[in-house]
Nanobody, 123 residues
Framework: VQLQASGGGVVQAGGSLRLSCAAS????????VGWFRQAPGKERSFVAT????????YYVDSVKGRFTISRDNARNTVYLQMNSLKPEDTAVYYC?????????????????WGQGTLVTVSS
C-alpha cells in the first residue's frame, strides 16, 4: 500500500486545514489509519487514529476538540480536519496504515507510511 499525504500549508493561528491521506489500494479499507507528526527537533508522535470502519477514533489530548479524523473507504482516503490551529501544531504530518483493522496508538503497529506534509502555524 502506498500512501500520499497532502493538504499541508501555512496558516495563521486559529485557522483550519484539512489533510488528506490517499491510498493506492482498495484493501486500505481493511486497515486502521493513523496520523502522526514530527515537530522540528522532536520525535515523531501520535496525533489521531481511526479504525477500518470509521466507527472508532482516538486522539492525543492536545488535539481533542480541535482535530477530527474521518475516512471515506469508497475513495480510499482518510482525512484530518484541523481547526483552531496553534503554533505548537507546526510539524510534518504523516499518515500511516496499520497492520490490523483496530485503532492503535503506537507506531510499531503501523506498516505503511506516507511521505509527510508540512503544516506551519504562524502566531
Amino acid at each position: 500500500v502506498q500512501l500520499q499525504a497532502s493538504g499541508g500549508g501555512v496558516v495563521q493561528a486559529g485557522g483550519s486545514l484539512r489533510l488528506s491521506c490517499a491510498a493506492s489500494r482498495r484493501t486500505f479499507s481493511n486497515n486502521a489509519v493513523g496520523w502522526f507528526r514530527q515537530a522540528p527537533g522532536k520525535e515523531r508522535s501520535f496525533v489521531a487514529t481511526i479504525n477500518w470502519s470509521g466507527t472508532n477514533t482516538y486522539y492525543v489530548d492536545s488535539v481533542k476538540g480541535r482535530f477530527t479524523i474521518s475516512r471515506d473507504n469508497a475513495r480510499n482516503t482518510v482525512y484530518l480536519q484541523m481547526n483552531s490551529l496553534k503554533p505548537e501544531d507546526t510539524a510534518v504530518y504523516y499518515c500511516a496504515a496499520a497492520r490490523g483493522s483496530n485503532s492503535v496508538v503506537s507506531p510499531v503497529y503501523y506498516r505503511y507510511w506516507g511521505q509527510g506534509t508540512l503544516v506551519t502555524v504562524s502566531s
